[in-house]
């Protein structure tokens, strides 16, 4: 059974890994055997996340990227490529988000949020999954969505715009690489107290949202790692494409 979670010899890139929820993901992979490839855009955040996956036994290496251009993520993957050969699974973490009212919105912030969750996501998919079907490589992509892709929450109208496009991209792609062997899933975190979520957890709003969770609590970076080791898996999820997983302590089952 321990096998079947076994991520040894696979390389895992990992787009926002530097991030609080994608560092602690990558650390999770990197317990069950995967060399990690931590990108970012703040490249000193990436380098601590390796160095301390690699204090603990673990390989990884730190590049950077601007999510939002092709020309950087085209740069970073000849790099992850030169450093380990290619890649088996990819992680796309970035995210973004605002608290600012739908009539006071700007295109000019819509179009910088919807660059990282959204089109960043889709170009780093072009490049890195043709990369693994050049190389006839199978695999696993596991996107990070949010439970506002599904219902949109007050306050953060484009992230929640942003994920529910992210969820079509993932299903869409879902079917488009079936034939060749990568699977392409996302997971659906509940509320963790990530760096684009703190600005808006007021007092009245973390009551609203421990009334709509059944579990009554936050959830720990680290209950991630399991849905995510799960999903990059060849042998434990195998016949697993284009699902939505909740991570999110009963919130998307929820009503009133």
């Known amino acids: 059974m321990k096998q079947l979670f076994d991520l040894s010899g696979k390389t895992a890139v990992a787009i926002g890994g530097n991030s609080v929820l994608g560092s602690s993901i990558v650390k999770g992979l990197a317990a069950h055997g995967a060399n990690i490839a931590i ?56 995210g973004k988000n605002s608290t600012t009212p739908f009539f006071e919105l700007e295109m000019e912030e819509w179009d910088d949020i919807m660059d990282v969750n959204l089109k960043g996501i889709v170009l780093t998919c072009q490049i890195f999954a043709k990369k693994m079907i050049e190389q006839e490589r199978k695999g696993s992509i596991i996107n990070i969505s949010s439970v506002s892709s599904t219902t949109p929450l007050s306050k953060v109208f484009t992230y929640s715009v942003s994920k529910a496009g992210l969820n079509s991209v993932t299903q869409y792609l879902a079917r488009e690489f079936a034939p060749n ?76």
């Open 39 to 94: 990108v970012g855009r703040n490249l000193e955040k990436a380098q601590a996340v390796a160095g301390e996956i690699e204090e603990n036994g673990g390989t990884a290496k730190a590049f950077q990227a601007d999510v939002s251009s092709r020309d950087s993520l085209i740069g970073v993957a000849s790099e992850i490529e030169q450093w380990s050969g290619g890649w088996d699974i990819l992680l796309n973490a970035p």
């Open 181 to 256: 062997g990568i699977r392409v899933n996302a997971i659906i975190p509940g509320f963790f107290p990530a760096e684009q979520n703190r600005k808006i957890l007021s007092a009245e709003r973390v009551e609203s949202i421990m009334n709509h969770t059944p579990m009554k609590r936050f959830g720990a970076p680290e209950e991630l790692q399991g849905a995510a080791v799960w999903l990059a898996s060849e042998e434990a999820s195998s016949f697993v494409t284009g699902t939505l997983i909740r991570v999110d302590g009963g919130f998307g089952g929820m009503t009133i």
